[in-house]
């Protein structure tokens, strides 16, 4: 979510690029930076539909700590899956971010501990609970990777995630520095369980679709990031068919430049189709993915559905609106295939709280956040070197 303070940039750059560039930026971060991201984030989501959402906050420069993301969701009343990230393999050492954006292992190790200790809840309905996530394979050590896995499998609820196989560099780095794909790397370190959910797996091959089926892996698939850094097309229609969980994400919003969950969901059921099969997925899968899916991901069975038994959570938009006008016949549907995929809600309850009403915020002034959000956002680009606009690192 820190990433909506620096989109638009890098733009002609793919993964690795688009991350050397930005990380000039991000090692600027203050807790008040992250916490007023968080909640425009928040706010962006909550607005396009989302009542849950899981955010990965990898680097802590300053005096930034997950509690800046807390304070965020609570004050705006979203239900959250914060997770502790870390960044541990600098430069010096092999890793792609600079060193001074990397961390100790042993205090990561320790603030994983006191952030579950001290915010996770794993009762029915909780509107907190806790992952752990070390960042990508690019970025930290196998260490990290296996002390983390046992660390959250010794607290009930505590689940496990990170990026995977984004790209082509991703997998060609793996294959260099751990003489292995992605699946035989997972197992290595001990996140090949049903608690694990990756980012992105738009490169995973047919042994490792059946490896994620086989123990329960989720993958929660972010499109527009991935064609907007030219990742390719993640396998949507293989991974369901093969059994594999699928939930929706927005990416970090400076690589979709978007935090709009509706729109992703649009877009991914358009991409299945590119294939050159109108049925490769419709819109009710694809809105099942992104709210079963999701829950499933995060290891919920008390959200994502509206039922008896379930969480209060809903959300509804007017039909009476331009965008909607002819669509009557199947209004589910519309909201994928019609404008208002791109529209806000006009009414969000989360937890029995009414949280968006006739299509406003009721928790948070918007505008003054907007103001307060485009100056932290000034402050951080003035760090961005010269050659952003490109991302071509000389």
């Known amino acids: 979510m820190f990433q909506c303070l620096t989109r638009c940039i890098a733009q002609e750059s793919k993964l690795f690029g688009w991350l050397t560039t930005l990380y000039h930026a991000w090692v600027h971060l203050t807790g008040n930076d992250v916490y007023i991201a968080c909640k425009l984030a928040m706010a962006e989501l909550i607005l396009s539909g989302c009542t849950t959402t899981s955010d990965h906050l990898y680097i802590y420069p300053n005096d930034v700590t997950l509690d800046d993301s807390i304070r965020a969701a609570r004050e705006i009343g979203i239900r959250f899956h914060p997770t502790r990230g870390a960044m541990s393999l600098g430069e010096s050492k092999g890793g792609l971010p600079p060193d001074s954006c990397t961390e100790d292992e ?107 089926a086989d123990n329960g892996i989720g993958v929660s698939h972010c499109p527009s990031s ?69 829950a499933r991901n995060l290891g919920r069975d008390d959200i994502g559905q509206i039922a008896p038994g379930f969480a209060a959570d809903i959300v509804a938009w007017r039909l009476d609106t331009i965008g909607f006008s002819g669509a009557g016949q199947d209004p589910i549907s519309a909201l994928l295939y019609c404008t208002p995929s791109i529209g806000f809600v006009d009414l969000s309850i989360i937890n029995g709280h009414i949280v ?8 948070v002034d918007l505008q003054d956040l907007i103001k307060e959000h485009r100056a932290c956002s000034e402050r951080l680009c003035k760090y961005l070197p010269d050659w952003w606009k490109t991302g071509s690192r000389p």
Not at 178 to 191: D, Q
Not at 241 to 255: E, I, K, L, R, T
């Open 226 to 294: 991935n064609l907007r850094l030219a990742s390719g097309i993640a396998p949507v229609r293989k991974l369901l068919d093969a059994s594999v969980n699928v939930g929706m994400g927005v990416d970090g919003s400076a690589s979709s430049d978007s935090g709009h969950l509706l729109q992703e969901v649009r877009l991914a059921m358009l991409l299945q189709r590119a294939s050159g099969s109108a049925e490769a997925m419709g819109a009710h899968e694809a809105l099942k993915m992104a709210t079963e899916g999701g």
């Open 106 to 212: 042993a205090a990561c190790l320790a603030d994983m501990r006191r952030c579950i200790e001290e915010f996770h809840d794993n009762s029915r309905y909780s509107m907190l609970r806790m992952a752990l996530a070390p960042c990508a394979p690019f970025n930290v050590t196998t260490e990290l990777m296996v002390k983390a896995a046992r660390l959250a499998r010794q607290y009930p609820g505590v689940r496990l995630h990170t990026h995977l196989a984004e790209n082509q560099e991703d997998i060609d780095f793996s294959q260099k520095e751990y003489n292995c794909r992605p699946g035989a790397y997972i197992k290595s370190v001990e996140w090949e369980g049903p608690d694990v959910w990756f980012a992105h797996c738009c490169m995973l091959d047919d042994n490792e679709m059946q490896q994620f």
């Open 356 to 363: 968006v009403k006739n299509g406003r915020l009721q928790t």
